[in-house]
Structure formats: structure tokens, C-alpha cells
């Protein structure tokens, strides 16, 4: 409440002296456990908003579309610190300058709310540094523990089945604040790279293809889990392949707006020779 | 004097049913989602769930759908036609909602062109539509003009009698006449009320709804930018409505051979009509939003007299940023 109370004074304060132009957040949904995403423009809106443990949702993603940031001028966001190193990505790629970002930072713990110390992506580095050396106890969960016992076969069998429910939405890559590509490959038809059809083959493509693109990318928000209407456990997958590449390169994504992506960037001492 | 099926006899029926030739189709509730799948017994069943996850109608018209194959030679093309597959069923347990959204769309797959794989379907099903008893937060028939025990789109409507002990029955058509009649030992006259059907609240006022729709100078109005300002633009919406329709046809193969499928496809997505030339008329997720309620509110039912919506609420229920029809109409209303 008192968070709350202060983040909101802080945002009425900031739009009337100019700073910001805009600020993201959350409030009320159509039932009491619900938050949605609220732009907020004037101190009326900031009435509106609500910040408890319950806004989980990543607001990243509305920065970077339909050209939110394109007249230079500052906009303010609530993020948890998975939103934070989100940014951090979306600046390594040049999807905007980070210095264009005013953070409302924000953690839960239980139903308890607290800010977070900083206003720009670079003051959570210590923050966020903190989470790269501790990160695997807090996302462990028994189904992710029951898959890691299954041979490849049960393996293939468990996610064949899984993905035999998706049914091509891509509400999962509409969530996700790193796919922000304007044509995504499965969009590309000319001619049509991926299949559309959403029977299991075409399922599996398309499943297999983002988790490859968010490798090394994914900053765990959850985003594309909550969002998946069929309760495929899409923060499975992503959670693997972020131990993959904390194990393989001792990378975590979204620590700078300086990292270089993992996938993306090679090393003239790599011993892996094939990329040259 | 009525008839009712118990429902400790709803396993005869099932097995009656099946022997006759009909699949049974009902809902249930797997580990992830609830949805209409084939049941084999009556334990199978859960009509404890409000509303299944998945809308009924994927089971006539389906995500993705060969329509032929073919096969390119040097002077010619060959082509096969896939035929929908064919066999009788029994949907047992269908919500109002889902039922009409079947009839919602019967004129829209039959006013040009006759869609075979729909209406195959269509006369191969009988639909057995359970009246509700309970509702949440988003059921919004009643807003629809519907009721929680709409006849539209049924062959037979049931009506729960109270401690889930079974169903009047109001057998509405010939072909669910002829599907009762296959289970008519187990059906047993009585005089034991229905439980009343649960009420639903009137979340808008349809009619000035699509009054405000119809007036061209709403079009531009800055009403669809806000309202819609969060939207992400996935398909969840319109993939899970019972009414939503749109497809787009693809060949997926080679150069030699393929099959060409009929797979859904979403006004939510920018792709729909993104021109060859790169330009696209509907660039903004606004736009896209407001063609979404139009269609629904003003364009089908200008063609059809039907608007193209049953009230189910499951684009609110799964909308992943909390957004949906309901509030936009209610918006409207108030305007
Ligand atoms: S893949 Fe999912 S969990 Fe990872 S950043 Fe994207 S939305 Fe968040
Ligand atoms: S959100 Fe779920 S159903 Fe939709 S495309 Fe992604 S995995 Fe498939
Ligand atoms: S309204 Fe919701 S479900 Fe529909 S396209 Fe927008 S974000 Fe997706
Ligand atoms: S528009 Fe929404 S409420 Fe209406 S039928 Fe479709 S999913 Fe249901």
C-alpha cells in the first residue's frame, strides 16, 4: 500500500514536470485477483494505479511496439527486476535506448510489495548480479525435476503431447517482451519458411524455433506461460535452455545494456571451431 | 409429466449409443484444459466445469484440415480430395453457447460456397444441450440476447433436476428424437422439477451497441485506440471463440507434391492483410481490434441478421492482458 501510495505520487510528479511523457503499470482487473496493464498519462490515471504481488505481468514488451519511443521522449515502466533485465536485452539489440527508460522498480515476497533502488536499467546491476549467482533454487519446480529424470524418448513423448494441444495463437511470442521481431520467421511467406498448419509436426516447429530465438534471451518473466491458453508449460522450456547457457557460457541474460548476446556473438579463442 | 435421464444410466446410454454407431463426445477434463472429447464411459464426463476451455467448435471445424493433395508433373497437376472424416456422434453436454455458435456460423460456411467439411459435421451431429445451473464472471449470454438455455443450435435440451441426479429431456428436432429414441428404455417419466436456470446478468445494452457501430462517424473515433491500447494482438480471443471463423488456405509441401490445408487464422494478427506490396490497411492493433468487434456487431449481421457472438465470454476469461469483447461493448454502451 505504501509502495503504491509513493510510486503514485512519484508518476504524478514526474508527468507534470515533463520527465516522463507516459508511465506503464497496472490496475484493477474484471475479477479481484486480476491486474492489467495501465498507460498512464495524467494524475487521474495514476489514480488508477494498483501495484501488489499480484502484477506479475512484464510490462516490457508495449515499449518496443507500434513506435511507443520513436519521438525520443522519456517513458516510465514497473518492472520487477525480470523486467529490468529485459530491458537490458532489448538495448544490447538496439530495440531502444535505455536512457529513454524510467524504472519503477518493484519485488514481492508473499503478498509483501517493495521498491526497488534506482531509476535507470544501469543501477540494478548490483541487484541483478545478485540474481545471476542464485537463480536456479527459486525457479526449481517438481515438474520440471520429474522431466529432467526421463530418458529422450519419454522426453519427446512428454512434449509431443503437450505441444498436441498448441493451437498456433502465438499469444506465447505476443507476450513475450523479446519477440519483438516485426516479421517473425513464422510470418514469413514469401515463400512461407514454416509451416502454418497446427497439427503436431507444425506444433513442434514452431515451439522448437522460439525456444532456439530465446535462448540465452528469455529473462524467466512467465509471460509466454500465463499468457498460453492451453497451459502448456512453456516456462519449462526456457528455463532450460537459461541453465544451458549460464552452465555452457556463464552468460545470464539482461545483466547490461552492454552484454553481448550469447547466440549472437563469437570469441577468436572459442575452441568450437564450426562457426568460422 | 416429463422424462428424465438419470444419470446413473448415463453409462447405458454411452454404451448404447456407441453400439449403435454414434461417437460420443462430451466434456472433459484433462490434466491441462478442459474441452469436448470423445468419452467412453460416463465417468468420462465432467459437467462440473462452467464452460470447457475449448470452444465445440473445433469439432467442426478444426485448426488445421487437409483439403487435397497434389501432385505436380511435368504437363500436369494431379489432385486428390481429402473428404471430411465421415461417422455419426452424439455431443452430449453442450453449453448454450457453444451450441449457438454452431448456428451463428451454419449461413456464414453455407452463403456462397458450401462448406462440405462444416456441414458434413454439421448433419452427422446431434447436439445435446445441457441448461446451466451455474455461471462466472464472464458468462454473458443474456447480453447476447441468449440464454443460459438457449435452444439454438440443440437437437435435445436437458435441464438438470437437482443433486446431479440427471436431466429432463425436450427433445427439439428429429435427429435428436431419433438419438433418444436409441436410449428411451432408460428414460423415465416423472413429475421432479428442473433446477432453475442460473441468472445472468445483462452486462451491456446490445442494441445501443450496435447502433453506435453503425454510425460511420464512430468509425475514426478515437475510442478504438484506447480501448485497446493493451491489446498484444495474439489469436488466443479468437482461436478459443466458438464463433470466430476466419481460415487461410496453404500448400505445405514441395515443389512436386503437397497437401493443401485449411487452417485458422486471426483478424488479431497484423499478417491478415498485409498487402504483397508490404502495405498493410489494418497496421495498428486498434484497427485490428475494431475490425474484431465490427465484424462481430455490425458487418455479420448486416450480411447474416445474426451477430457473431454467443456470449460465451472466453475471449475475457483468456485474454492474457485482461481485455475482451465485454468490455468494449460495455464501453460503448456508456458512451
Ligand atoms: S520466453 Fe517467456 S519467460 Fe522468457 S522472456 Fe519471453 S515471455 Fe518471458
Ligand atoms: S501460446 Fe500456447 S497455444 Fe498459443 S502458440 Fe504459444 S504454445 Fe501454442
Ligand atoms: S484482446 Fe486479448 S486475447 Fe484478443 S488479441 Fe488482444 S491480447 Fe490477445
Ligand atoms: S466474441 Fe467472445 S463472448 Fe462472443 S462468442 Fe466469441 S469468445 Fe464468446
Redesign the pocket.
Known sequence: MITQERYRTTVKELLANGSIKMAIGYKPGSTPDRRRPLFIRTSEEAEQLVLDSTCVQNLSGYLVSEGLLSDEKRVGIFLRPEGVRSINILAAEYQLNADQIVIFGFDSTGREVRPLDGRSAREFSGLLNELKEKPLQIYKEPLLERIEKMNAKERFDFWQEEFSRCIK?Y?CR?ACPMCYCRRCIVDSNQPQWVNTSSHTLGNFEWNIVRAFHLSGRCVQCGNCDRACPVNIPLRLINQRMANEVLDGFDHFAGLSATQEPVLASFKKDDTETFIL | MTRILFSDKLDNCVAKWRSAGLAVIGPVQEEAISRYAAVEKGTDFDFGTVLPDRSLKELFFPQTEPMLRYTIKKNEIDTADFTPPQGKRIIFGARACDASGLEIDDPLFGWDYKDEFWFQRRNESVIVTIACTKADDFCMCTSLKLEPDSTKGADVLLRPIDKNKGWLVEELTDRGREAFALISEYLQESSEPALPTVVVPEKFNLDACVTWLKNPENFESKFWKEI?M?????????YLCPTCHCFDIQDEGDTYSGIRRKNWD?C?FALFTMHTSGHNPRST?SA??RQ?IMHKFNYFPGKFTVNSCSGCGR?SR???????ITETLQAISNL
Open positions: 495463437c499469444a505476443q | 485497446s493493451r491489446c498484444i494482438g495474439c489469436a488466443s480471443c479468437t486471426s488479431s492493433q485490428r481490434w474484431r475471449c483468456q485474454c492474457p492482458v485482461d481485455m475482451g
